[in-house]
């Protein structure tokens, strides 16, 4: 969908009339207010943005409430939290014409089930990335420390007290990094890491933006490696405040520690025909070239629409040569049991 589609009548009526859609959100949702006014003057929208919390949070009280829902639409379930979603039953079909129907690349597709768009029960992919470790460069520099090299590294005395993980209950990153060193080193061996890591002093925080902004070493926390995202390192030099033209911090992709997140939009059950409509052209505007574009610098996050130019900061955001995923159907049937073990090895 190009923005710019409605004639003159129907802006008319859009402008006098416009339907309203709630659109629930992670915390992290953020694109420019012009594209988002546009949208709704020429889709005859009235966006009621949601913010849910991180992006677990999010999908627990839409699950919540789904009896009386208090959305039409949902951005941001990725493909980790995707079973529980399906599970649910909370997500509405998608019409398949619409939307662009261009290949999506593999790395950009909800699932290995996935067709040429890309979508999996009605969850369509909007944007891609990949978790991972980053570093405070100038903490390591400082201390004489060096870089650790694969995770066995970073359960020595050496990096005891270094690391802050978001809880994989309550935020997508942070069951991404869990599902990543299971799906690496297999699961008895990634919860012996675990285990060593609860003794060596990882540290565990609700969400990604706890993890980062508060504990992280470069924001004025004490833990200079964190669980962020291959884009963050591009962030960094988009938000200093002196031109600067190398990161301050760093990504550190080593085997078992890199997974690849789909982001997506989906409708969802409940909504009423007119809001069911407004919410089609909604997820079609996630995908249109303006937002894929802008969706780089202020979610960091890569487009998943082929063919969008990447934004030149992107340049500090490396993409890895390997990464971990998971088979939807191992997802389904082992995802809620790692994690409840996650649990009990690291936090009880």
Do not use: C
Not at 25 to 40: N, W
Not at 111 to 131: R, W
Not at 156 to 162: E, F, G, M
Not at 260 to 288: C, D, H, M, N, Y
């Amino acid at each position: 969908m190009a923005l710019g589609f409605a004639g003159p009548a129907l802006a008319q009526t859009a402008l006098t009339n416009p339907t309203l859609l709630r659109v629930m959100t992670h915390s992290s949702f953020d694109l420019p207010k012009p594209l988002l006014s546009r949208f709704e003057q020429e889709a005859g929208v009235k966006l009621q943005l949601i913010k849910g919390g991180d992006a677990g949070e999010m999908l627990n009280k839409l699950i919540l409430s789904q009896a009386a829902p208090v959305a039409d639409v949902v951005y941001g379930i990725d493909n980790t939290l995707l079973p529980r979603a399906l599970a649910s039953g909370i997500l509405a079909p998608f019409p398949s014409a619409a939307g662009s129907a261009a290949q999506r690349p593999a790395q950009a597709r909800m699932a290995d089930t996935a067709g040429a768009d890309g979508a999996v029960g009605g969850l369509v992919p909007v944007n891609y990335g990949y978790v991972n470790l980053n570093i405070d460069t100038a903490w390591f520099a400082q201390k004489g420390l060096a870089l650790p090299k694969r995770l066995q590294d970073l359960s020595s005395p050496a990096y005891r007290d270094l690391l802050v993980v978001p809880n994989p209950a309550t935020s997508s990153p942070g069951q991404a990094f869990m599902l990543a060193t299971v799906a690496g080193l297999g699961e008895s061996a990634a919860f012996d890491w675990w285990a060593r890591m609860r003794a060596n002093g990882v540290k565990v925080v609700k969400g990604w933006s706890e993890a980062y902004y508060t504990e992280f070493s470069r924001n004025g926390g004490s833990r200079p490696i964190v669980v962020s995202y291959a884009t963050s390192p591009a962030a960094e030099v988009f938000y200093s405040k002196e031109k600067i033209s190398t990161s301050p911090t760093a990504n550190v992709f080593m085997p078992a520690a890199v997974y690849r997140q789909v982001e997506g939009a989906a409708l969802l059950q409940g909504a009423s025909p007119t809001a069911r409509a407004a919410g089609v052209k909604f997820i079609e505007f996630l995908r249109a070239p303006a937002v894929q574009q802008a969706l780089q610098t202020s979610m960091w996050m890569y487009p998943a629409e082929p063919g969008t130019p990447r934004d030149p900061v992107m340049q500090h955001a490396q993409e890895p040569s390997s990464f971990e995923s998971l088979a939807l159907a191992d997802l389904k049937s082992q995802a809620g049991r790692w994690q409840q073990r996650w649990t009990q090895v690291v936090l009880k």
